[in-house]
């Protein structure tokens, strides 16, 4: 959650949802510096959510949608798991 939780980190994903880019386009789409970038991508690649490709002097990079399934799967976990509890209504007692 907290990988995706960057607006630029999403913005990245958003844009590796259409192609395969390299830093190069990623630069040219979102503005970001390229070391900002790189760092960020490094981020995204450790926690498994993009791979790189490399093709000469340049590394590409590509979305892994089942990265995306298993954060989706857990977030809809979450969510019945507080529809079948009633959790908004359930409190504790301080």
Do not use: W
Not at 29 to 53: F, I, P
């Amino acid at each position: 959650m907290r990988v995706l939780g960057d607006p630029l980190r999403m913005r990245i994903v958003s844009l590796l949802a259409r192609e395969t880019l390299c830093t190069t386009h990623l630069v040219a789409e979102t503005g970001a510096r390229q070391t900002n970038l790189s760092n960020h991508l490094k981020v995204l690649r450790e926690a498994g959510v993009v791979e790189t490709e490399p093709c000469g002097r340049f590394t590409y990079y590509r979305l892994r949608p089942e990265a995306l399934d298993a954060v989706s799967a857990s977030l809809a976990e979450l969510a019945a798991t507080a529809r079948a509890t009633g959790a908004a209504d359930n409190r504790r007692a301080c």
